[in-house]
């Protein structure tokens, strides 16, 4: 058990519906991070906490909002979504982003978008 | 740009026996980690084993060890006496130590027969 929770585990969401994913670290850990994962593609980073505040944003549509209300929760607000942004999500966390550190992973929330 | 390759999108073994997967990455940086994670089919990610680039050991986690060639650009995991639960997808993943940024392969899905 890495010590990384993440809820819901699946999720169906119409294109209209606004939805949250959670992500829960229980390693006091620092820094905290959302991926998203497709088939047949590299793991593409989202976003990026360290201490609470955001320190990457790679170019992910305003459809999807996060939010780090302190060091162990991150979540990730959707509104909008497009089908195409069916996946995995993950989150993962480490103890503190700008160092070389190893990632922890939850299990992450398959979501489907109709 | 960094980038992770990984030539094997699906390998097999018997059980007991030893198999290699094979990763290369691409860096102009000197300091920097590499990783292979493990993907089981309930998809929550699981560190296998990391090495450090300063080092030229290579690391070991008991059935698990990799073959680290800092100037080809190659990490490839070794693994020995496969067994059933071996059976995973298995990402290789950079991540060097300055900046936020885990680079991750497409992965190898591995089989094991029984």
């Known amino acids: 058990e890495t010590g990384v929770t993440q809820t819901p585990r699946h999720l169906v969401m119409g294109m209209t519906n606004k939805k949250s994913l959670k992500c829960e670290q229980h390693l006091g850990h620092n820094a905290m991070y959302w991926y998203k994962q497709s088939a047949k593609k590299p793991l593409e980073l989202m976003f990026v906490?360290?201490?609470?505040?955001?320190?990457e944003n790679n170019s992910v549509p305003s459809r999807f909002s996060p939010e780090c209300p302190n060091s162990s929760h991150l979540f990730l607000h959707l509104h909008t979504l497009q089908p195409e942004d069916s996946a995995l999500y993950l989150c993962?966390?480490?103890?503190?982003?700008?160092?070389?550190?190893?990632?922890?992973f939850g299990p992450g929330t398959r979501l489907l978008v109709l | 740009a960094q980038t992770v390759t990984q030539s094997q999108p699906e390998m097999s073994v018997q059980e007991a026996e030893t198999v290699t997967l094979s990763c290369t990455y691409d860096t102009s940086e000197s300091d920097y980690y590499l990783f292979w994670y493990k993907q089981p089919p309930s998809r929550q990610m699981i560190l296998v084993i990391r090495?450090?680039?300063?080092?030229?050991q290579n690391a070991t986690e008991n059935r698990f060890s990799v073959n680290f060639q800092k100037a080809a650009k190659s990490f490839s995991l070794k693994i020995s006496d496969s067994q059933l639960g071996d059976a995973a997808m298995y990402f290789c993943?950079?991540?060097?130590?300055?900046?936020?940024?885990?680079?991750f392969g497409t992965g190898t899905s591995l089989t094991v027969i029984p």
């Open positions: 993943a950079y991540r060097r130590c300055t900046g936020n940024q885990f680079y």
């Open positions: 906490y360290n201490f609470k505040e955001q320190t």
């Open positions: 090495q450090e680039a300063y080092k030229q």
């Open positions: 993962a966390s480490s103890q503190d982003s700008a160092r070389c550190e190893t990632q922890y």
